[in-house]
Nanobody, 123 residues
Framework: VQLQASGGGLVQAGGSLRLSCVAS????????MGWFRQAPGKERELVTS????????YYIDSVKGRFTISKDNAKNTVSLQMHSLKPEDTAVYYC?????????????????WGQGTQVTVSS
């Protein structure tokens, strides 16, 4: 499976961005999907994930109410809509595919990674 992420960029604090990840090779319905991020000098962390059926999502506390993950199995895509962005959201964002489980994806369980897209939020 190849995951191609896009949609990153530079935005002012309070702005919005939408990230998209297209899967090829196998369909996304087989997997739970998630978005991780890694800021300079920090470990990669899970931001949000969604079950294979697209009906149940998990968010870390710092993005609840601001970020929304969605999954379109017909189009093999997973998207991340980000609103009210903050400078601390600045990071490289990675989409990921994992076996469906509890809904919370840990890095060790990721089967496929996308290439990453930079999100920079200026203050």
């Amino acid at each position: 499976v190849q995951l191609q992420a896009s949609g990153g960029g530079l935005v002012q604090a309070g702005g919005s961005l939408r990230l998209s990840c297209v899967a090829s090779g196998r369909t996304t319905y087989r997997y739970a999907m998630g978005w991780f991020r890694q800021a300079p000098g920090k470990e990669r962390e899970l931001v949000t994930s969604i079950r294979r059926n697209g009906l149940s999502a998990y968010y870390i506390d710092s993005v609840k109410g601001r970020f929304t993950i969605s999954k379109d199995n017909a189009k093999n895509t997973v998207s991340l809509q980000m609103h009210s962005l903050k400078p601390e959201d600045t990071a490289v964002y990675y989409c990921a595919a994992a076996e469906d489980g509890s809904g919370i994806i840990v890095p060790e369980s990721v089967l496929y990674w996308g290439q990453g897209t930079q999100v920079t939020v200026s203050s």
